[in-house]
């Protein structure tokens, strides 16, 4: 192992002092706290113009799916990378953040920390040396995103490194993530039993998380789709689609013709998670 071997070696918190961001947790307590990324660099000088080689690749946050939060409890979010250095690598840090611009702190509006410095294995490779890294970040979305449910959406792996002489690089997005809203849904439906031919309704209702309020709260005019699997069956199959009104709820109507069951599915989009509502049996007589 060659990082962390020399008196070049930088500290996390020298990392840190240089890239002008918050500690970890303070990071994840303020997301839109954070400094610009460009003073990674002197000069807040982009990428392509870093002094360091190290070339970073194969970013994968969260194993390659979304991020979904609810309204409570900490989430960790594993990430794996890798990188090359014709010198050898000292240090690496890691971050998500969101915006357009990360060398100016109007144009960024979240960002966090990995809990810890990455872990690295080095080996040994033709011109340099390659590493296999990984690291975890820990989100509280009842702390991290108190202020702004408007932080759901596409953020990005920052990566930056120290090479053995102290020279510094960064790419600002070497992949991508989606941090979403959780989703609830539910279905009933009724009358049970009921007649052949009959009609039967189907009710439910579809929210998702309020991070700024803690709570959950009915998500209006989303698409959802009524499926019914027949008993005996393993299946469900498409019915229709119907929408949400305003305040989240659903109702819709169907002939009955056989036992079984309804649920309603709802895909996600870009800010909220999927969600499934459990089968509610109808005994149709």
């Known amino acids: 192992m060659r990082m962390r071997t020399t008196a070049t070696v930088l ?23 954070a400094a610009p990324f460009g003073a990674f660099v002197s000069g807040g000088v982009k990428p392509q113009d870093a002094l360091g080689a190290t070339k970073f ?14 309204v409570t409890g900490k989430k960790t979010i594993p990430v ?18 969101q915006g357009t611009d990360s060398s100016s702190t109007d144009t960024i509006t979240g960002a966090f920390q ?10 040994p490779a033709e011109g340099g040396w390659n590493y296999s890294c990984k690291t975890v970040f820990t989100i509280d979305p009842a702390v991290a995103f108190k202020d702004d449910n408007g932080t759901a959406g596409t953020w990005k792996l920052f990566l930056g490194a120290y ?5 510094a690089s960064y790419d ?12 609830k849904l539910t279905a009933n439906a009724s009358p049970e039993p009921v007649k052949k031919g009959k009609t039967i309704t189907v009710t439910g209702k ?5 991070w700024t309020t803690g709570k959950y709260a009915g998500y209006a005019t989303q698409p959802v789709k009524l499926q019914f699997r027949k008993k005996g069956t393993s299946t469900y199959t498409t ?44 005994d149709v007589k």
Do not use: M
């Open 11 to 33: 500290t996390s918190a020298a990392v840190i002092s240089a890239l002008g961001l918050p500690g970890a947790a303070h990071a994840a307590e303020h997301p839109g706290a």
């Open 57 to 70: 690749s194969d970013g994968v946050v969260n194993g390659g799916k979304d991020i979904v939060l609810g």
């Open 80 to 97: 794996t990378f890798s990188a090359f250095d014709p010198n050898g690598v000292a240090l690496t840090q890691a971050f998500l953040w």
């Open 114 to 123: 990995s809990d810890d410095d990455p872990v690295c294995t080095e080996s």
């Open 163 to 167: 090479d053995l002489y102290a020279n």
């Open 172 to 183: 600002d997005d070497v992949t991508r993530a989606h941090i979403k809203r959780a989703a």
């Open 206 to 210: 579809l929210s998702r998380a309020n």
């Open 239 to 282: 019915v229709k689609t119907v929408k949400t009104n305003s305040t989240g709820n659903l109702s819709t109507t169907v002939k009955a013709t056989s036992d079984g069951y309804y649920r309603f599915a709802f895909a996600g989009t870009t800010t909220t998670g999927s969600a499934t509502a459990t089968g509610d049996f109808i």
